[in-house]
């Protein structure tokens, strides 16, 4: 018997009921399908398509058209798994132009959340979001579309005084309707005691295995990604005979907990 689509209450129970929570990236229709079948519960169509699909050095060109069009291509490959798309850079830079960019990754690419990079500063777009009851999901740690003004992909919270002030957005972001957070390239500390201090699902990229769900980018997994690659990519292909059996061997470390392993993580 197939299991039914996984929807935001889904994401909750797993969390309560202690069940890793497996998420992939995803681009078209294709993928979305093999990473569908292979049991991932979440698939992120993320502006990481503007590096991995687009080939650009970073996000920050990716537009709202371009993450309507690649999650309208996902939402046709996917029947059991939660799509959530990410609101590409400066699309959300006030409650109102983020509520007309969260409808369209809605309503035209078939989203069923949307992903923003956010800290303290983006609580009143999600609580706009959230009184429009569009679910989001609140990106924290390293966030990618700030990579000019961080100086680059670092790691985040490694100092008491950066962990707390990401504990306290956490709070902040959840307080104000976040129904899932995403925590990018953090200490295992960091990510363990954001997971233990709020309510909504953790899902982590370099989080360590302290979270309730890892996610990463599927080309990454699949051995595609050229050059030199963060510490928490781990390549599923490397000791696969196949595209479907790579994700499943993904899914499957994730569930049985067994990524990420000591050299995925930061301290
Ligand atoms: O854009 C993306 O793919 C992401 C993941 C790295 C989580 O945000």
Do not use: W
């Not at 929570?21 to 990473?35: G, K, P």
């Not at 969260?102 to 990079?117: C, D, I, S, T």
């Not at 972001?173 to 995403?182: I, M």
């Not at 595209?243 to 907990?257: F, G, H, I, M, T």
């Amino acid at each position: 018997m197939s299991s039914p689509p996984v929807n935001v209450s889904t994401l909750a129970d797993m969390k309560a009921a202690g069940e890793p929570i497996a998420c992939l990236t995803a681009y078209d229709a294709s993928f979305a399908r093999l990473v569908d079948e292979a049991g991932t519960d979440l698939v992120l169509v993320g502006d990481s398509l503007g590096m991995v699909v687009q080939g650009r050095d970073t996000t920050v060109p990716v537009t709202v058209d371009d993450m309507v069009y690649h999650t309208q291509l996902v939402s046709r490959g996917l029947r059991r798994a939660f799509l959530v798309a990410d609101m590409p850079f400066m699309s959300y830079r006030n409650p109102n132009q983020a509520l007309d960019s969260a409808v369209r990754l809605m309503q035209e690419g078939g989203a069923m959340m949307v992903k923003l990079e956010g800290a303290a500063g983006q609580v009143r777009i999600v609580e706009h979001l959230t009184q429009h009851d569009i679910p989001v999901c609140a990106h924290l740690g390293l966030r990618p579309q700030s990579v000019h003004k961080i100086g680059g992909f670092k790691v985040q919270g490694r100092n008491d005084n950066d962990a707390q002030r990401m504990l306290d957005d956490a709070l902040a972001l959840q307080g104000a309707g976040a129904d899932v957070l995403l925590l990018e390239c953090v200490p295992n500390e960091v990510g363990a005691t954001i997971r233990d201090t709020v309510s909504v699902p953790v899902i982590g990229i370099g989080a360590g295995p302290g979270v309730d769900g890892q996610i990463l980018v599927l080309y990454d997994v699949l051995g595609v990604t050229q050059g030199r690659l963060p510490r928490f990519v781990k390549n599923y292909m490397a000791e696969a005979d196949s595209l479907a059996e790579a994700c499943a061997a993904y899914v499957a470390a994730v569930k049985n907990r067994s990524y990420p392993g000591a050299e995925h993580c930061f301290s």
